[in-house]
């Protein structure tokens, strides 16, 4: 896709369609995952100038890398998969498939997203499209601000005691299936998956099966998203350009 074309595929959006954004602002506040030496969300103020009604700010902003909603580049879980800079562009504004799962992640936290889900979801709306994400609403970002109901552990991720073996044992929340991402590779030629949950694998399955599949086959993932009630289960174009 050449930059006119992009251009013009963004005139069309601002246009003629409805835009939902589907990231949590990025603060003190923001969801991660917390591997040893992480860094919380933080921005503060090198140079301010406000003399003279003339205003200037810079700041400087540091931060963990998988922080807030965010965008998993293969390179992630595929040594040899691309980084973000290596994505086509093309990958970035695709064909949205939204399957809404909230009434069986209410009855089941641990709850995988399932081959038969998807394919109840081809029996009303057709055949995936071709390069399209995959998004599953669970409903979890109404979790968001909740630590313990977020991740099913209310342990304190930066208290110095902090255990990560522990609390990898007690998180729980739902994600997609191992079955779901091979079916994924297998049949369909897709850009990568979503969800609004901090992680494309379930909370109880710390082998991350999902995660290796997808990304070592550049397939990009995109966890703790918000608003997917406001996303139709078809017909909606997603646009997810990260920095590079």
């Known amino acids: 896709m050449n930059s006119s074309a992009f251009l013009a595929i ?33 921005n503060s103020i090198l140079v301010v100038y406000d003399q003279d009604g003339a205003f200037y700010v810079s700041k400087d902003i540091e931060m963990t890398e998988h922080l807030g909603t965010h965008m998993d580049a293969p390179h992630h879980f595929g040594k040899t998969s691309w980084d973000l800079a290596s994505i086509p562009i093309e990958d970035f504004v695709v064909p949205i498939v939204k399957i809404n799962v909230k009434k069986k992640c209410a ?14 979801w081809e029996e009303k709306y057709g055949k995936v499209p071709d390069n399209a994400v995959v998004l599953m609403e669970t409903g979890w970002s109404e979790k968001y601000y909740d630590t313990e109901a977020y991740y099913g552990s209310g342990r304190d991720q ?23 991402a091979a079916k994924f590779l297998a049949d369909y030629n897709i850009a990568g998956v979503g969800l609004d949950t901090p992680s494309l694998d379930t909370g ?14 550049n397939k ?7 608003c997917l009630d406001k996303v139709p289960e078809s017909g909606a174009t997603m646009m997810a350009i990260p920095p590079k």
């Open 220 to 226: 990009y993932g995109l966890e703790n998203l918000c």
């Open 158 to 180: 930066k208290a110095e005691d902090f255990d990560l073996d522990a609390w990898t044992a007690e998180i729980h929340f739902p994600g997609f299936s191992a079955e779901l």
């Open 204 to 217: 109880s399955n710390s082998l991350f099966p999902v995660h290796f599949a997808l990304e070592a086959n």
């Open 107 to 120: 009855e089941n936290r641990d709850y995988a997203l399932t081959v038969q889900d998807l394919q109840d």
């Open 10 to 42: 963004l005139l069309i959006v601002r246009i003629q369609a409805t835009l939902v954004d589907l990231s949590h602002t990025l603060d003190e506040t923001a969801r991660n995952w917390p591997v040893p030496g992480f860094k919380r969300f933080n």
